[in-house]
């Protein structure tokens, strides 16, 4: 009878995560957050995508979560893509984009359908599926916005999109204040995307108009990291900006899983328990990992540079290295170093099992191209780090390293704190931790929720579930 009744108001969530390794892996963690909390859970993926997820969704299913995938087809070839195209990361030149999100948006039609026939109770959706929050809206659904990143980076860039404090400034190496934070954060012109520094009808122009007018009619935001990490740019957001969101990470916290820790989607060509035995072989703190996550790929001339200076620096290292083109040759590493870096460093072609490597006693620093899950990573693992941002928002998240954490400088105060960072992360999310405490009222609301509309809605009334005020 108990299970009969919880089942009756048992959640369903549609996770809808974006085809890119960055953000498919936290919606993948997010999925499995709300399935171990009894929230019936279905991710919305594209056929390939949804290959790979299975193996460790699946497993999750028979260890007796109510979670599940359901396709929907990518329209590659009907945009002039290849067949078989489903993910950013396989487009080979910029014009590939365009159409690329044009086969995104034509998701929504399927989508649509899934949504009348499943009914689900809210959506989560990637901030790159602007859309969904219309589609859902149809439904009378709320939508949960993922974008990927921290709360800081987005207050960040709401700050430069209003008060455009680059306008007058012409040299690079001029800094400039980002106006009205709670830290003092210098910048550079470059360092600005493009589509902030100047508004055209440029595709990120567009696509970032569009995921700003989505957030604002949206339910709220869910956050992979914790409030104790950035507590006044959360209570920032909240009061200034006005946005409801969820700190409920770190999420990859959630697998204890050694595969699912190893694979997390991709398979690395070295396996896990060699990586392991090798870095066994280390003393503790004396190994830099340098990896610049799942989309960077480096110049061959950039790669004989990094080569040359982890030679010269003398240090124990994990390399992972991602070429521009996979079968480009190997021309690029001096002559000999590999046979002189044998058992001093190791290279990983294209994908390592990084959140196994971070955690080991052995890595003491993490040289990163600040993805936000790379550093948050590097965070809950309690290792400090090299910047070296690359696009977009890396280049905030690089001032959150270095300005506000200050966990990206030479000394042992930066170990110190960037360990006690750690240790809060693993705190976040036991039983009475903020991520988990945020994560459980965020289900109680929507339940709660739930609970009233079943109530008042008549069987025809699909439309109106406002937002909450
Ligand atoms: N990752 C990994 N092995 C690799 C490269 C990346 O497991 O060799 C994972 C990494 O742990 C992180 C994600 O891929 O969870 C990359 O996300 P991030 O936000 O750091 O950067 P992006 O790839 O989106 O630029």
């Not at 993910?87 to 949504?115: H, I, R, W």
């Not at 809206?137 to 987005?154: C, D, E, M, V």
């Not at 104790?228 to 700190?247: C, F, P, T, V």
């Not at 870096?341 to 196994?356: C, D, H, N, T, Y």
Request: proline residues 6%; negative net charge; contains cysteine.
């Amino acid at each position: 009878m108990a299970s009969e009744i919880s089942l009756q108001h048992q959640l369903h969530v549609f996770i809808f995560p974006f085809t890119t390794q960055g953000h498919m892996i936290p919606m993948i963690h997010i999925a499995k957050l709300f399935a171990d909390r009894v929230v019936k859970t279905t991710t919305i993926c594209t056929p390939l995508n949804a290959i790979t997820l299975s193996k460790t969704i699946d497993q999750d299913r028979l260890s007796g979560l109510d979670i599940n995938i359901q396709t929907i087809p990518f329209p590659a070839v009907e945009v002039g893509l290849p067949a078989g195209t489903e993910s950013v990361t396989q487009l080979t030149s910029p014009d590939m984009m365009p159409k690329f999100f044009l086969a995104v948006g034509m998701l929504q039609q399927p989508f649509e359908k899934l949504l009348e026939e499943y009914r689900p109770d809210f959506v989560v959706a990637d901030m790159f599926l602007a859309w969904t929050t219309e589609a859902a809206a149809k439904f009378g659904i709320p939508r949960l916005i993922f974008h990927g990143t921290n709360i800081f980076s987005q207050c960040v860039a709401e700050s430069l999109r209003i008060n455009k404090p680059f306008e007058s400034i012409i040299d690079d190496k001029e800094t400039f204040l980002v106006p009205g934070l709670p830290n003092k954060i210098e910048m550079t012109l470059s360092q600005v995307p493009e589509h902030i520094q100047k508004e055209t009808d440029s595709l990120f122009c567009v696509v970032a108009e569009k995921i700003r007018v989505s957030e604002q009619k949206s339910y709220g935001v869910l956050v992979n990291s914790f409030y104790e990490l950035e507590s006044a740019y959360a209570d920032y957001y909240k009061n200034a900006m006005g946005i409801r969101a969820w700190q409920i990470g770190p999420v990859s916290l959630r697998n204890s899983d050694t595969l699912d820790k190893a694979e997390r989607g991709k398979k690395s060509p070295i396996e896990e328990h060699n990586v392991l035995k090798w870095l066994d072989s280390k003393k503790p703190n004396s190994v830099i990992y340098v990896s610049f996550g799942s989309m960077s790929k480096l110049p061959s001339d950039q790669l004989t540079e990094i080569a040359t200076g982890l030679e010269e620096s003398g240090c124990s290292f994990i390399w992972v290295v991602r070429k521009m083109m996979p079968d480009e040759d190997e021309k690029f590493l001096p002559a000999g170093f590999e046979e002189r870096m044998e058992g001093k460093g190791l290279i990983i072609r294209e994908w390592a099992p990084q959140v196994l490597i971070l955690d080991h006693l052995a890595v003491g620093g993490f040289m990163t191209h600040c993805g936000w899950n790379s550093i948050l990573e590097g965070i809950t693992a309690g290792v400090p780090m090299i910047t070296w941002p690359m696009f977009a928002e890396q280049f905030y998240n690089e001032k959150f390293v270095t300005q506000v954490l200050k966990i990206g400088e030479e000394n042992r105060q930066m170990r110190k704190r960037v360990i006690e960072f750690g240790e809060k992360a693993k705190r976040a999310v036991k039983e009475d931790g903020s991520s988990n405490v945020q994560f459980t009222a965020l289900i109680e609301e929507l339940k709660m929720s739930k609970k009233f509309w079943e109530s008042v809605r008549q069987p025809q009334d699909h439309h109106s579930r406002p937002r909450p005020s």
